[in-house]
């Protein structure tokens, strides 16, 4: 079920409605068979693959904590279970394919016309979620076995994994929070309700009026990069960086408004990236659920910023190169992580070369330092947007050569000029300049009008009607999955 | 000294026995009346920026007692669902400039017959196979041409038919040029479900003696939603809220099997509770019909009115990229037709397969500009020679 689809717009409010009316005892055991309804709705049979899971790491979980002596030995099972899982459903068809491609290639070199071998249908349907919730429960069974306390309410458990607000493209959720959350008696607030309503609005704004419309241009790009100008390529390429943001970031929205209706609240997963000075605070900002679990479940048990600087760049760059192959699986997810990973190093390397230099490292706190710092890594982030969104490394270079190499453009440009993106990407840059005026505002009248507005539910519903209605308007025809889904 | 102002003991009681009920009840006159000023408010606030934004300016059909519908004369339509244009239909509901009912002198008049794809308001009227054909046509010999698009999104080959005997011969065509696409065969016959009742339109058959004839059942049917009705037809034309709300209703019944499910049981049920609306519309008079052989009796009888006014009658096939085996079938049976019938007939699949990279020309489901030039070029020839002759 997509959020931004008809069947979750009649599903989310029944569910809402369901959850509120019974008695607080039954509130878990409802969310969590609506979290197998969400999940099942695409592929039934996939609802055993998570339960099958949850099952598994539910007892991985409590063997740890029991043993001593074989704690060791049950968290590599469990994270061999998992990542077997992810491995099969997500990489087989990868690994099948590279492997026959290298050995075409060696027979290609070995004679003359040899017998090309061709890839087997494998017929791995990828499962939703499927890189969220596992290493979700990577987190879990790794916590438990540092020391936290496992969940012994298989129920409670389950719905940390299938929670359906968060189950198929994150926030990766930290189980202690969760649970934290659980075991508190969640009392009806109407504030919880207005944040959650704010929150699913923004996000199909973001997701539907930006992101779907600036998929639109960035697809006139992509699909046709042969007939592509200077200005035609670097529209196409900003506009992805774009596209992916505000599709992820809408997608997050509307889970965690969803999850607030019901309560429940889940990580932010974006801070204002695009404001980020260096690749660094970059991914400290972006999708920080995240890089704060790669950091936490990959970065720091191969070593982390201990050891020699060598021992601590290999693990930057590792850590970022799996980052890339966990976002999907094809050679040009590799490259992009790895290249985030130089860029990573580089940026890095940077800021030790500014330390070192007294009159360099005076030029820091200034401004314009700053904003040259924004420019840099939005461009970095312009050019390994290309990498993740190209079919593969041949249409990627042919992309960037058509952004440096002169040339009159005209389809893109023509795209964006005719399509509904500029006037919505000023209706929500005034929204957030008017929204960061009314919170630093002193004035009275603000204040007064600010009262009003949070008694006044007339107020609220007309503008909500209103932004569903602006919302549909700026529609296009057809409704695009959210690009993380895929992963 | 106290900094509030503390009533008596006795004061306090009773008006805590009153305030209540009097702020109560003005809450709710307030509240109501704040409701209905918002609503004035967000209403206008609303309609004033989907104009300025030109958003919710799609609709442009209206319902139609004889075809079904038709365009709204003089709208403003802003298309954005599958390319763009921004332009108004002509005073007499053309998606062209306009034309006078009496033909100049010394001009060749076609006339272009078709649905969506011929209607073209994915592309800017300038480029539509049309537009591009008039343009080719007069640029290309001292004959001067005028190229007229009478095409309506959702048309079928009967309400082509009937559009011709109703207003295209008043225009005194020399050329008539049907674009046929894939889905207008199955389109001319009815089939009971509840999408017929949604989008009243008139069916055809064969009678017992091979003559195709006009079944306005559905259209009965759904009578009340045909008859004119001042209040829809003003939002329609005017409200860009109206057309939010309409075009929505069109992109979940394309992309949303469930809504489709569920707007067909409300269309059902609404219909069975409508007078003369009962199941026993459903039924037909006489026996299953095939499509295509529906299809060619109208093409037919529409090459017949044609000849019959002295004009000249064209069949273009829509091209078939996706080599659709249906079509392909439809596509060898209307060659033959036409070569028995002796009428021009042009496929257009050959032609785009020729162009190379067929996903130049097209968007999502029509056709691109580039798509709309490749059809014009191709007619080009076959329109001038029949010029002549």
């Known amino acids: 079920m997509l959020f931004n689809s008809f069947t979750y717009l009649v599903y989310l409010p029944i569910v809402v409605s369901l959850y509120w009316v019974l008695p607080s005892r039954f509130r878990t055991t409802l969310l969590l068979v609506a979290s197998y309804v969400f ?30 002596q074989g704690k060791k030995a049950i968290l590599l099972g469990g994270l061999i279970f998992n990542l077997s899982c992810l491995c099969f459903f997500k990489y087989a068809n990868f690994v099948v394919d590279s492997a026959i491609a290298s050995i075409n290639a060696v027979l290609h070199l070995t004679a003359a016309n040899p017998t090309v071998i061709s890839s087997p249908a494998l017929k791995i349907i990828l499962p939703l979620g499927i890189s969220f919730f596992t290493f979700e429960f990577i987190h879990y069974i790794t916590d438990v076995y540092r020391g936290s306390k496992p969940v012994r309410n298989f129920r409670d458990f389950a719905l ?27 009392e009806f607030r109407a ?69 607030l209706l019901f309560g429940y609240k889940v990580p932010e997963n974006f801070n204002w990236p695009f404001l980020a000075a260096n690749l660094t605070e970059f991914w400290r900002r972006w999708h920080m659920s995240l890089s704060t679990w790669l950091r936490d479940y990959l970065f720091i048990p191969m070593g982390g910023s201990r050891g020699s600087a060598w021992k601590v760049r290999r693990n930057i760059f590792l850590t970022m190169v799996l980052g890339g192959l966990w976002h999907g699986a094809a050679w040009h997810y590799v490259i992009w992580g790895a290249f985030h990973g130089a860029g990573l190093l580089v940026s890095k390397e940077w800021q030790d070369f500014v330390t070192a230099r007294a009159r360099l490292a005076k030029l820091r706190p200034q401004a314009i330092w700053h904003w040259a710092g924004v420019a840099c890594t939005i461009f970095f982030l312009f050019i390994a947007g290309i990498l993740f969104r190209a079919d593969g490394m041949p249409q990627a270079v042919q992309m960037v050569a058509k952004m440096f190499v002169p040339a009159d453009s005209t389809s893109v440009v023509q795209e964006l000029l005719s399509s509904t993106v500029p006037l919505s990407l000023t209706l929500y840059c005034s929204f957030l300049f008017l929204k960061s005026m009314v919170e630093k505002s002193g004035s009275h009248l603000v204040h007064q009008v600010q009262a009003w507005w949070l008694q006044s539910i007339p107020a609220q519903a007309f503008a909500y009607a209103s932004l569903a209605i602006v919302i549909l308007g700026f529609a296009p025809l057809q409704v695009a999955p959210f690009i993380y889904f895929q992963f | 000294m106290p900094t509030t102002l503390t009533p008596p003991a006795n004061q306090t009681q009773s008006a805590v026995k009153t305030a209540p009920a009097k702020s109560r009840k003005r809450a709710a006159w307030l509240v109501a009346a704040e409701a209905l000023a918002l609503c004035a408010v967000s209403i206008a606030a609303l309609e004033g920026f989907l104009k300025m934004a030109a958003i919710g300016q799609q609709e442009f059909l209206e319902p139609d007692k004889q075809l079904g519908c038709h365009h709204i004369a003089g709208k403003q339509v802003t298309w954005r669902m599958e390319g763009f244009s921004n332009e108004t239909l002509s005073s007499t509901g053309l998606r062209d400039t306009e034309h006078s009912l009496a033909k100049p002198a010394n001009v060749t008049r076609i006339a272009l017959l078709g649905d969506s794809s011929t209607e073209g308001m994915q592309v800017a009227l300038d480029q539509t196979y049309g537009k591009l054909l008039e343009k080719y046509l007069n640029a290309s010999g001292n004959r001067q041409f005028e190229v007229i698009n009478f095409a309506c999104s959702s048309y079928s080959t009967g309400q082509q038919l009937l559009q011709y005997e109703q207003d295209v011969r008043k225009y005194k065509p020399d050329i008539v040029l049907l674009l046929y696409n894939r889905g207008d065969s199955v389109e001319n016959v009815f089939v009971p479900g509840p999408s017929a009742l949604s989008s009243p339109r008139p069916y055809f058959y064969s009678d017992a003696a091979g003559a195709i004839q006009c079944d306005r059942a559905v259209m009965s049917a759904c009578s009340s939603k045909l008859q004119p009705n001042a209040v829809m037809d003003y939002l329609r034309s005017n409200s860009r809220i109206y057309g939010v709300l309409s075009q929505t209703g069109l992109a979940l019944s394309i992309n949303e099997p469930r809504y489709r499910k569920i707007a067909g049981w409300f269309t059902t049920l609404v219909a069975s509770r409508t007078k003369n609306d009962g199941p026993s519309t459903w039924a037909v008079p006489y026996a299953k019909q095939d499509p295509e052989k529906v299809t060619g009796a109208l093409l037919t009888k529409l090459q017949g009115d044609v000849e019959k006014d002295g004009a000249k009658f064209v069949l273009v096939m829509f091209p078939n990229t996706v080599k659709d085996p249906v079509y392909m079938r ?60």
Do not use: C
């Not at chain 1, 695409?42 to 029991?66: D, E, K, M, Q, S």
């Not at chain 1, 940390?160 to 008696?185: N, T």
């Open chain 1, 39 to 68: 999940y099942m709705n695409w592929i039934p049979a996939y609802g055993a693959l998570i339960l099958v899971l949850t099952i598994v790491n539910y007892f991985v979980g409590l063997g740890i904590a029991r043993s001593e």
């Open chain 1, 160 to 186: 940390f994994a299938a929670f359906f607000p968060s189950q198929i493209a994150g926030p990766i959720k930290r189980f202690q929070d969760f649970m934290h959350q659980l075991e508190e008696k969640i």
């Open chain 1, 191 to 259: 504030d919880n309700f207005r944040d959650g309503l704010y929150l699913i609005f923004q996000g199909l704004f973001k997701k539907i009026v930006l992101g779907d419309n600036m998929g639109r241009v960035v697809g006139t790009g992509f699909d046709h990069i042969a007939q592509l100008g200077t200005l035609d390529a670097w529209i196409a390429v900003a506009g992805f960086t774009f596209q992916i943001f505000f599709d992820f970031s809408g997608y997050t929205d509307i889970g965690r408004g969803s999850a």
């Open chain 2, 330 to 389: 439809q596509e060898a049976e209307y060659q033959t037709l036409a070569t028995k019938n002796h009428f021009p007939f042009v496929n257009m699949t050959a032609p785009f397969f020729a162009y190379g990279d067929t996903k130049q020309l097209f968007l999502q489901y029509h056709l691109s500009a580039k798509g709309h030039e490749v059809v014009a070029e191709q007619l080009l020839p076959l329109i001038k020679s029949l010029a002549r002759n």
